[in-house]
T-cell receptor
Framework: DAKTTQPNSMESNEEEPVHLPCNHSTISGTDYIHWYRQLPSQGPEYVIH???SNVNNRMASLAIAEDRKSSTLILHRATLRDAAVYYC???????????FGGGTRLMVKP | DTAVSQTPKYLVTQMGNDKSIKCEQNLGHDTMYWYKQDSKKFLKIMFS???????INETVPNRFSPKSPDKAHLNLHINSLELGDSAVYFCASSQVPGPMNTEAFFGQGTRLTVV
C-alpha cells in the first residue's frame, strides 16, 4: 500500500494561511489523495481530495505536485477551530479503504 | 440530522462482559465501516460491509462480530471484553465500496473503557 509522510506537528497564527505538506512518493497513477481532519473528541471529517489537478472547496485548497509525489493542504485563513490532526491518506492497494497514519497536529495561536 | 450516529457515546464495563455498539447512517450509503482508535491515537480499520456483506476484516479477534441487519445499520458486538479493547470506536459510511473518489462520513465515536 502506498504510504504518506507528514510532519508530526505544525503551528500557525490565527488568520494566517497554513500549508500542510504530505509526501507520497510511492503513489500510483490512479490513487486519489484524500485529506481528513479530526477535531478534539470528534470523528474524522472529510476535508478535500484530488487526483492530479489542484482542487478548491469551501474548507481548503489542495495543491498536488506535477509528479504527484507530494501534495499540500492549504487553509487560507486559519481559525482557532481549525486546530486538529490533519491526515493525508491514500487508499490501500485494493482501493477499498482509507488507512490513517499519524497525521499532523495543527496548533493555531490567537 | 446526524449523518452517522453511534450509541452509546460512552461505555464503561467490566472485563469479561459482552457489549454492543450501534451505528446508523441516514445517507443512503451502501458501505459502512468500523475503525478503532487506540490510546496512541492511531485509527485502524476493523471491518467494512457493503450492502450487508462483509468485504474487509482486518485480522480482528473473533470476539468482535459486526452485524448488519440492513445497509443503514452496522452494529459491533464484542464478547468477553478485555482491558486492551479500551479505545474509541468510530463507525463510518461511504457511497461506494471504498472511498476512492468520494468522502467517508464518520460518527462521533464511542469511548469504550474496560475495567
Amino acid at each position: 500500500d502506498a504510504k504518506t509522510t507528514q510532519p508530526n506537528s505544525m503551528e500557525s497564527n490565527e488568520e494566517e494561511p497554513v500549508h500542510l505538506p504530505c509526501n507520497h512518493s510511492t503513489i500510483s497513477g490512479t490513487d486519489y489523495i484524500h485529506w481528513y481532519r479530526q477535531l478534539p473528541s470528534q470523528g474524522p471529517e472529510y476535508v478535500i481530495h484530488g487526483l492530479t489537478s489542484n482542487v478548491n472547496n469551501r474548507m481548503a485548497s489542495l495543491a498536488i505536485a506535477e509528479d504527484r509525489k507530494s501534495s499540500t493542504l492549504i487553509l487560507h485563513r486559519a481559525t482557532l477551530r481549525d486546530a486538529a490532526v490533519y491526515y493525508c491518506i491514500l487508499p490501500n492497494n485494493a482501493g477499498n479503504m482509507l488507512t490513517f497514519g499519524g497525521g499532523t497536529r495543527l496548533m493555531v495561536k490567537p | 440530522d446526524t449523518a452517522v450516529s453511534q450509541t452509546p457515546k460512552y461505555l464503561v464495563t467490566q472485563m469479561g462482559n459482552d457489549k454492543s455498539i450501534k451505528c446508523e447512517q441516514n445517507l443512503g450509503h451502501d458501505t459502512m465501516y468500523w475503525y478503532k482508535q487506540d490510546s496512541k491515537k492511531f485509527l485502524k480499520i476493523m471491518f467494512s460491509y457493503n450492502n450487508k456483506e462483509l468485504i474487509i476484516n482486518e485480522t480482528v479477534p473473533n470476539r468482535f462480530s459486526p452485524k448488519s441487519p440492513d445497509k443503514a445499520h452496522l452494529n459491533l458486538h464484542i464478547n468477553s471484553l478485555e482491558l486492551g479493547d479500551s479505545a474509541v470506536y468510530f463507525c463510518a459510511s461511504s457511497q461506494v465500496p471504498g472511498p476512492m473518489n468520494t468522502e467517508a462520513f464518520f460518527g462521533q465515536g464511542t469511548r469504550l473503557t474496560v475495567v
